[in-house]
């Protein structure tokens, strides 16, 4: 059950000191990618970093980094325990999300990280992380429909949710290639509470950002990685500025090409478990905004040599189904509907069946093979036969890439299987 609100997480970590700073960063898509470019510049110069994301990939600590390293397991669960312990004894009742918060929290206070780089959990206003006060600079990504029963059923009372992280004093870094309606909300509540000043960044080059692609080349990264980039080296420069640390922005961005964040536009080997030479794309786009960026990547990069695409799917309970297929599916496409398993440290995340996937396939009306499948493992062994080495897609949910992760590592014996 995800209950949102300040009150438990602020019992939780009332009597302890975080002397750290934070780049927080909310919106619906690019927010992960965002923080992994912006702990790795950091990272690049020097800065003790830590980086709180979710959910987690594989194992519940690897959310977790210290340093561009997940952090120990072994420290994690002695944290996790002292701040359960604390949740009973206070009788705090605080839910699974707040307590792994608290736990982060926790850890970077510990491991004496000097910034750290914080992913909104759910919305902004309500979510656990705003107990950061004083944050060095927000940042909002783009902002979409997604959970919708917690967040309002309007772009604009989600953008008023995700705009809760703005501070009086505090500049915030905004995508501008959100619709009018959700800017005008951003821009009217900085107003109100005085936050800023506000970096708007677009999608095209003018003076504010060439200097930025003088050193990186354009080319190597999707048009909504362009607009994350930017968005994270200005969120970058805004933290380095409030804490007069004596460091040059440019030589920092030399970190962004060589950051990883897995399960995004990712070719991946299977070949550990189904023998298939050719990579797989990996991706978690689990709403309508990031399947259509993912539906068009495919169509550009995928489809050029070979129409049709084999889809391995499972989506979260909740979602909009013949949206988000409609936005990937193409006629003479062949789909294995699967389901991913339990997700630890969150119970109320469940799968739809692959039955359901199948009816909404079908209601699509276009000629696709489509096929329900009962887990990950046989899903990627059915659809390397039936792909007969053409392209293959994993998608519809980030606890299903989770659950490929496992699985390979299951296969393969190596601990870090994200970047196989």
């Not at 072994?74 to 736990?103: H, M, Y």
């Not at 399960?263 to 030479?277: A, M, N």
Request: hydrophobic share 40%; with cysteine; net charge negative.
């Amino acid at each position: 059950m995800i209950e949102l609100g300040l009150a438990r997480i602020s019992l939780l970590l009332q009597n302890t000191v975080l002397p750290w700073r934070a780049i927080h960063v909310a919106g619906t898509n690019g927010k992960g990618s965002v923080c992994a470019y912006a702990s790795a510049m950091l990272t690049a110069g020097k800065v003790r970093c830590g980086r709180f994301t979710s959910p987690h990939l594989i194992d519940r600590w690897d959310c977790i980094t210290i340093d561009e390293r997940t952090v120990d397991e072994k420290v994690f669960r002695e944290v996790e325990a002292l701040v359960q312990a604390r949740d009973k004894r206070e009788g705090i009742r605080a839910s699974k999300f707040e307590l792994l918060t608290a736990t982060a929290f926790e850890i970077f206070a510990r491991e004496k990280i000097e910034i750290g780089v914080v992913e909104v959990g759910l919305g902004g206003r309500h979510d656990a992380t705003n107990i950061l006060r004083r944050p060095l600079v927000t940042v909002i990504t783009k902002i979409g429909k997604d959970h919708e029963t917690f967040l309002g059923n309007s772009v604009e009372e989600i953008a008023n949710q995700k705009a809760g992280i703005m501070k009086e004093g505090v500049p915030c870094v905004i995508d501008a290639t959100n619709s009018s309606e959700i800017l005008r909300v951003l821009e009217n509540y900085a107003k109100e509470i005085q936050a800023g000043p506000l970096v708007c960044i677009s999608d095209y080059v003018d003076d504010s950002n060439s200097w930025i692609w003088n050193v990186l080349s354009r080319e190597n990264f999707e048009a909504h990685q362009q607009i994350n980039v930017c968005l994270a080296i200005y969120a970058v420069k805004s933290a380095l500025e409030r804490t007069h640390l004596p460091l040059e922005i440019l030589p920092l961005l030399q970190a962004i090409p060589k950051t990883l964040w897995p399960g995004r536009l990712q070719y991946l080997s299977i070949k550990e478990i189904t023998d298939r030479e050719p990579h797989v794309l990996l991706d978690g786009a689990h709403n309508a905004q990031s399947a259509e960026v993912l539906g068009s990547y495919v169509d550009a990069n995928l489809r050029r040599n070979c129409s049709s695409v084999t889809w391995v799917l499972a989506f979260s309970k909740g979602k909009g189904l013949r949206e988000l297929l409609s936005c990937l599916v193409r006629p003479g496409d062949t789909i294995l509907a699967s389901r991913f398993g339990p997700v630890d440290g969150m119970p109320w995340v469940q799968s739809v069946e692959a039955e359901e996937i199948l009816g909404a396939v079908g209601a699509l009306d276009i000629p696709v093979q489509a096929h329900g499948v009962t887990d990950i493992e046989h899903a990627l062994c059915w659809a390397t036969q039936m792909s007969n080495n053409g392209p293959l897609v994993v998608a519809g949910s980030l606890y299903q890439v989770s659950d490929v992760f496992r699985l390979l590592r299951r296969h393969s014996g190596a601990k870090n299987v994200s970047q196989v």
